[in-house]
């Protein structure tokens, strides 16, 4: 049997195993709640941590395990996903002071799920290593319904160990699951799609404040958007959240969009590639975080492209 096939044939066995592992997820915001929940679905104990208690007591009354510190996670967890916002906090939960790399025992894994820069990933993995702590870089997409659902997709760069080991776990919480490639790989195909999403979305609240301005019912947009050549995943999923006003308490704020954006363009400068309705996009959402709405869902972009002046 060839390597390529047998590492096929030991991924498809350890999607089939039981998850021995206890599972830690250090941030239970939107999504890492969502997370939180499918595992608790599937009959895994889990120890959480994060920086608000009421977060923490949302995951407690799913029956999670509340740990005192990222280093309490490492301790009791096999496999520990990573659902921080940006790479600064995840420098923290992983290195700072009572951080998760202190306390990891040896073979510890580390699902790196949180969108930050491809460079990161790299270097926390080779940091990681040098304490025989295994790093998979596993963002993922999907909102938090789906997180929820069990159904979100995740974008994995691993080495087959490490990826057959978490296999299980990621059955029980995404309904697709790529391989991207190796360690940094999955962070890149996060920011290729989040870069869509971002256009998408600010060319849907355009469109969305054209219809309403010209005097059309805005449920007849979506309707008939939602049907036809016109529709994107993420339109669809926020547009009726922003015309129905439910923007807080946030499912994705805009501040973590244009964060997104931010990242994924610079790359695209990084590769060469010119992005000039990423560059619109990541302005718009700029704007929102300028103007006051970084806590708001992201929809709010409709409500502002609405009511804004044409220049």
Known sequence: MSPQRANESEARSAERRPLSDIAGVIGV?????????SLRRAGIETVVRDVRPEREAAATALGATVAPSPAAVARAAGITIILVVDAAQAEHVLFGDDGFASAAPA???VVMSSTVEPEFVVSAAQRLQARNVMLVDAPVSGGPRRAADGTMTMMVGADAAARARCAPLFACIAGRVFDAGGIGDGARMKLVNNLL???NLAAAAEAYAVGVRAGLPV???HDVVAASSGASWIGSDRMPRAFAGKLTPPHAAARVLAKDVTLATALARRCGVATPLGDAARAAFETLVREGYGEDDDAVLLARAI????P
């Open 197 to 199: 999403a971002a256009v």
């Open 29 to 37: 915001g939107a999504m890492g709640l969502g997370v939180v929940q």
């Open 107 to 109: 073979q510890r894994i």
């Open 307 to 310: 009511t804004a002046t044409p």
């Open 219 to 221: 449920r007849t947009v």
